[in-house]
């Protein structure tokens, strides 16, 4: 008996033991848990159609010569809005400023009047005689007594103008005496600022000299940050890239695939307008402070007051080729809604200060119900986008950096679909998904917006 009990206790401890293992699966009847169910999702059929009513704000941050010709190479380059700051003697209220503004009217774009910091907006019932009157833009506001004159002019804009629309320019970096951006931005929110339309950063993330990549760290952070607050808000956010090297910033000349860059990315996050700094050289000699002799714009001039030296650089048909693919797509990304951000990490990727972007990132969405699977050969951004019509939106982004000129392989497979709609510089195409699986080569900077379709 006593053999007998001692073989049985020796039989128990094998089996524990190998049960440990996992070597014995039909013990887990002791623990019995629910078989993992088969993932299933169904993409729509139908080829969606998209209203023709939506327009991607383009916008050019400081404005040109007050000519019908420089005006006009605004509307060619692809913008359609400028912000009319108080150069050439266009000030607020001034006959130059009406001038302006029937210039604006005659070449069709949309017009924002600057108002510095701390100026207050005086109405002028001549603004409403003009279709390009858009509203107002204060940028970069750093004390509560700023933000309470800014409130004010939202009043006042409204009361005389209710269609108007307010436009604020956040620096991220440079809360000014709030404790942080977020704290700066609640306030503002909190105490009239939701009459606004819209509200943009400014991150200038090529923070490298020619050459040299490096990508300022906390870009992907602040456009995560920005679209928290327009959602909390329900209000639309905007980013401004750097069109021009800057040197105070070690910000470098961006070449076309670095406008491709700065603008898909911020689009993968839902954002809804784009800006561009400067349209024209903000700099003039003797180039003390921010700006260096070598940092020019779209347009630039040799002697800042006359007209006749001002000339388009080779950056005006880098952003008119960036620009006209963005009009290809805007009108199917601004039928989405924003839902989150996915990465991948590239297999082939260079080490450097990109990876740090992602560190940054607070929340990232690891999952998507109809995906299989998402690799790539480089860093890769994937902003998620659904409609209200059941569709699924997806804009992928080579997130290796421009300065580098690094292609990206990136391998999708989706659950059940079949075929996509994909947007390809611009351009639409349906794609076959074979297996679900779509395979794409994306070019330094490129970006993808994806529709899949069962």
């Known amino acids: 008996m006593k053999k007998f009990i001692c073989v049985c206790m020796a039989v128990l401890q094998f089996l524990l033991l190998t049960a440990c293992n996992g070597d014995i699966p039909f013990l887990d009847i002791l623990n019995p848990t629910e078989p993992e ?80 910091r701390g100026q207050k907006f005086t109405t002028d019932l001549r603004y409403g005689q003009y279709e390009s ?24 804009l409204k009361g005389a103008f209710p269609e108007a629309k307010f436009w604020l320019g956040l620096a991220f970096g440079y809360p000014g005496d ?31 000299i020619e050459g040299a990549g490096i990508l300022n760290h906390m870009w992907l952070s602040w456009l995560e ?5 327009a959602d909390k808000y329900d209000t639309n956010a905007y980013s401004y890239m750097a069109a021009m090297s800057i040197r105070s910033q070690k910000s470098r000349r961006p070449d076309t695939d670095d406008f491709r860059f700065t603008s898909y990315v911020p689009l ?14 903000p700099g003039t000699p003797p180039y003390a ?16 007051n006359d007209f006749s030296t001002y000339y388009k650089t080779e950056l005006w048909d880098k952003v008119k080729t960036v620009n006209e693919e963005l009009k290809g797509m805007d009108q199917a990304i601004l039928s989405f809604d924003w839902q989150g951000i996915m990465k991948s990490i590239g297999t082939d990727a260079q080490t450097g200060s990109g990876r740090n972007c992602f560190l940054n990132v607070k929340k990232w969405m690891h999952k998507h119900d ?43 497979e989706f659950r059940g679909a079949t075929h996509a709609l994909v947007y390809i510089e611009g351009k639409p195409q349906m794609v076959d998904l074979p297996n679900g699986s779509y395979t794409v080569t994306l070019k330094s900077g490129e970006g993808q917006f994806i529709i899949p379709l069962s």
């Open 133 to 156: 009157f858009k509203g107002i833009n204060t940028d970069e506001p750093l004390t509560r007594a700023q933000i309470d004159i800014i409130i004010e002019n939202i009043a006042a």
């Open 268 to 281: 993968a996050f839902g954002i809804k307008g784009l800006g561009h700094f400067c349209y024209t050289t």
């Open 37 to 116: 169910k088969p993932i299933v999702y169904v993409f729509p059929s139908e080829v969606p159609t998209f209203d023709d009513d939506k327009e991607l704000p383009i916008i050019a941050f400081w404005s040109p010569p007050n000519t019908e010709e420089w005006y006009q190479s605004m509307v060619d380059c692809g913008f359609t809005d400028v912000i009319i700051d108080s150069k050439y003697g266009v000030t607020p209220g001034s006959e130059k400023m009406f001038e302006t503004l029937g210039i604006c009217d005659k070449v069709g774009i949309g017009a924002y009047i600057a108002i510095n």
């Open 225 to 229: 940050d920005v679209a928290a607050y």
């Open 289 to 304: 402070g921010e700006f260096a002799e070598e940092d020019y714009a779209l347009i630039n001039f040799t002697n800042v």
């Open 178 to 208: 709030f404790a942080s951006a977020d704290a700066l931005f609640d306030y503002y929110m909190t105490n009239g600022g939701t009459q606004q339309e819209a509200f943009s950063l400014a991150p200038y993330p090529l923070s490298g």
């Open 370 to 412: 109809g995906i299989k699977s998402f690799t790539s050969t480089e860093d890769t951004l994937m902003g998620v986008f659904k409609n209200d019509d059941g569709y699924d939106g997806f804009m992928l982004v080579n997130f290796a950096d421009p300065a580098y000129d690094r292609e990206n392989t990136v391998n999708l």
